[in-house]
C-alpha cells in the first residue's frame, strides 16, 4: 500500500491522473495483479475518509449514453444526439463535465449492452424524449457518477430495465444503494431515487410473454436471491422490490429482458417501454 500511496502523492503534487492499470505497470514487480492496486486504493481512501477522484485515481470508462443530452468534457461540446444510433461512452472525469443541458422527461437506465443497442438501432431516442445510459452489466465508477451527476443536475425520474432475475436486481441496487466496498464515496456514486420500470413477473401477462420463456433459477440465482433478502435495507427501503425476489424464489423462475423483447420486431421500444412509463407500471 505504501508504494501505491507514494504514486498518488506523485500524481497529485503534479496535478496528474492515472488508471489502475497505470499504476500497476509502474512496478510489475511488486504489484501481484491490477486487484492489489484496487484493495490497496480502497484501503487508503478508507483510512484518509475520501474518494477515488480526489485521489487522482480514475478508470477507462465502459458505460454508454446517448439521447437528448449535451454537455462540455473539458472543454470540448458533447451532443449525445449525434450518437444516437450507437451510445458514447460517458466522460471518465466527471468532475471536468459543466455546462449540461437538455430536454429529456426521463432518463432511461438499462442493464445490457445488448438491449441499449437494440433500443439504439430502433431509434428509440429520437422518437422519444429521454437519456439511455448503460453499464453494461455492473456498473463501473465513471458510469455510476456520471448517473448521479445527471440526477442532480436535471432532476429527472430514472427509470430502470433490468432482467427480472437476483443478478439484474443487483446491478440495480448498486445503482440505488453503492457497494459496501467503495461505502466511502456513497456521496458521489449513489442515485437513490430509482424507479424499477421492468422486468416484472406482471409483465407475462400484460404483454403476453409465452410462459415458456421463463427460466429455470440455476444454484448461483438462488443464492444471490437469498442473500438480497437478507439485507435488511432492501426490505425497509424498496420492499416492492424485495417482494419480486420472493416470488422468484417462490416460483423458481426468472425473466430476462429479451424474453419480453421477442415478443415481436421493435415490440421493446415501440410498445413495452413506452407503455409502462406512460401508465406507471414500475416499483
Not at 421492468?198 to 400484460?206: A, K, L, N
Amino acid at each position: 500500500m505504501l508504494r501505491v500511496l507514494g504514486i498518488i502523492q506523485k500524481l497529485l503534487e503534479e496535478g496528474k491522473h492515472a488508471s489502475k492499470r497505470d499504476i500497476y505497470y509502474t512496478d510489475v514487480a511488486i504489484f501481484r495483479n491490477v486487484q492489489a492496486i484496487d484493495q490497496a486504493i480502497n484501503d487508503i481512501c478508507i483510512y484518509f475518509h475520501c474518494s477515488r477522484h480526489s485521489l487522482n485515481v480514475v478508470s477507462v470508462s465502459k458505460g454508454l449514453v446517448m439521447g437528448c443530452l449535451s454537455y462540455d468534457d473539458d472543454g470540448r461540446r458533447i451532443d449525445c444526439m449525434k450518437y444516437s444510433c450507437t451510445g458514447i461512452s460517458v466522460p471518465v472525469h466527471t468532475h471536468l463535465v459543466r455546462y449540461i443541458t437538455s430536454f429529456a422527461e426521463y432518463i432511461l437506465l438499462v442493464e445490457k449492452e445488448t438491449v441499449f443497442q437494440r433500443l439504439a438501432n430502433d431509434g428509440y431516442c429520437r422518437k422519444n424524449r429521454c437519456i439511455v445510459l448503460s453499464g453494461k452489466g455492473y456498473p463501473d465508477i465513471a458510469t455510476r457518477s456520471f448517473l448521479r451527476l445527471l440526477k442532480e443536475k436535471l432532476n429527472l425520474p430514472v427509470f430502470a430495465l433490468v432482467d427480472g432475475d437476483p443478478y439484474g436486481l443487483d446491478i440495480l441496487l448498486t445503482y440505488k444503494f453503492g457497494s459496501l466496498s467503495m461505502a466511502y464515496d456513497a456521496e458521489v456514486l449513489v442515485t437513490p431515487c430509482i424507479y424499477w420500470l421492468g422486468i416484472h413477473f406482471s409483465d407475462c401477462e400484460t404483454f403476453g410473454v409465452p410462459k415458456e420463456f421463463l427460466l429455470p433459477l440455476s444454484r448461483p440465482d438462488e443464492r444471490k436471491a437469498s442473500a438480497i433478502l437478507q439485507k435488511a435495507y432492501v426490505k425497509h427501503y424498496v420492499p416492492l422490490w424485495s417482494k419480486q425476489v420472493e416470488i422468484m424464489l417462490q416460483l423458481g423462475v426468472k425473466l430476462e429482458i429479451e424474453a419480453v423483447a421477442s415478443v415481436s420486431l421493435s415490440f421493446l421500444a415501440e410498445c413495452y417501454l413506452p407503455s409502462k412509463i406512460q401508465n406507471g407500471s414500475y416499483l
